[in-house]
């Protein structure tokens, strides 16, 4: 993949420094090119941890949570207490064990095993082949995956020789709990899924930056947080955001007094929890689906499976203002850099090194976790 350095040769009047010495957006093609797609398939998602839900959905021996992280079905179920992962396939002739991205909750239809539907291959809560119908094909396991937990969160990881999620995405359990104490406790009580006509990487960025908060979400930047107090910090796989909640007589968020703060912890490469102020907990994930199609699946973790009518209010606040402005402006960025007359522009990046609202900073650090995902032997040239 080409570096996120572009070259240039204006002089940047605000800083007195040469333009080429700034960093610049991934070249179009990053987002747009099918073998570049299938390369961070295999080379990133494919080696990294994925936020596939909650331990509240898989709390009883024999539920069920599916998801797909990159472009692969994966499960995990509850066996006895302990929570295993396992890719969504029987190993007959590859028919998936579970529908896709059922949200959990479900128990086996017998319980203590999975039944392929297909061909009714059975397999035990440990992945191993216990009856192929009477007839004897050896030793047949469904392959395994990592399973960790943050906050009461489920991840998976395919990559088995991974390091553990605490060295991935360090110190946010903890940060994560400070601001929301009853997270492992929570249950789901909203799930909404849209599919986004744009690129994964166009997608996560504009979560990552707020440089267009002030000009586009309105209601955020003056009922939610203090866009004076808005930081935002890159840090290896982890960008952390943070503000302080408005006022409680002008909030559009009801929440204790003692529960003012806003935070999000984006982990590389596509999931990220939230939490506004009044410790209302919600999480992103992004699936790719293509070189310019991302499903987005968006939750909020209550104390009860369904809202109270102020949880209601939130969530529909959130999604009618904040995310709804969001998915016009990746759609239309996807569109913009297909045209011949884009050329990715220098990032407006703050000099102190303190990430404000008017800074791109996380942008740039999103292009290099890109670009050194995997080496320049195997990103694809430009055509």
């Known amino acids: 993949m080409s570096s996120p350095h572009g070259a240039g040769r204006a002089h940047d009047a605000d800083h007195g420094v040469a333009a080429n010495a700034r960093p610049r957006a991934l070249p179009a093609h990053c987002y747009t090119d099918p073998d570049i797609f299938a390369v961070e398939m295999s080379a990133l998602f494919a080696r990294s941890w994925h936020l596939v839900g909650h331990a509240s959905q898989v709390a009883t021996p024999g539920q069920?949570?599916?998801a797909t992280v990159g472009d692969e079905p994966v499960f995990v179920v509850n066996d006895g207490g302990e929570i295993r992962g396992f890719y969504n396939v029987c190993q007959h002739r590859g028919h998936e064990?579970?529908?896709p991205e059922r949200p959990g909750g479900d128990l086996l239809d017998t319980a203590g095993v999975i039944t392929c539907p297909y061909h009714a291959w059975v397999y035990g809560l440990d992945g191993t082949l216990v009856s192929a119908r009477s007839r004897d094909v050896g030793d047949v396991h469904i392959p395994r995956l990592q399973v960790d937990r943050l906050a009461g969160f489920l991840f998976v990881n395919v990559d088995l020789e991974a390091p553990p999620l605490a060295l991935h995405a360090p110190g946010v359990e903890e940060e994560l709990l400070a601001l929301a104490p009853q997270a492992e406790s929570r249950v789901l009580?909203?799930?909404?899924?849209?599919?986004?006509?744009?690129?994964?990487?166009?997608?996560?960025e504009n979560y990552n930056e707020c440089y267009h908060c002030p000009n586009v979400h309105r209601s955020f930047t003056s009922g939610v947080v203090d866009p004076a107090s808005y930081r935002i910090r890159p840090e290896g796989n982890v960008i952390r955001h943070t503000a302080r909640g408005v006022p409680d007589e002008i909030s559009r968020y009801t929440r204790p007094v003692d529960s003012d703060d806003y935070a999000a912890f984006y982990i590389w490469p596509a999931s990220s929890f939230q939490c506004y102020p009044g410790q209302a907990l919600n999480t992103y994930r992004w699936l790719p689906l293509g070189p310019d199609r991302t499903l987005l699946i968006r939750e909020w973790w209550f104390d009860g499976a369904e809202p109270t009518e102020v949880q209601q209010g939130i969530i529909d606040l959130d999604w009618n203002t904040t995310v709804s402005e969001d998915l016009k402006l990746v759609e239309s960025t996807q569109r913009g850099i297909r045209s011949r007359g884009y050329r990715p522009g220098p990032l407006i990046c703050d000099p102190s090194g303190t990430a404000s609202i008017h800074s791109e900073d996380a942008v740039a650090h999103l292009g290099a976790l890109a670009a050194s995902a995997f080496g320049d032997e195997q990103a694809p040239?430009?055509?």
């Open 381 to 383: 040239e430009r055509a």
């Open 64 to 66: 069920v949570l599916t």
């Open 97 to 99: 064990l579970f529908p």
């Open 189 to 204: 009580t909203w799930r909404r899924t849209h599919l986004i006509e744009a690129n994964w990487k166009i997608a996560v």
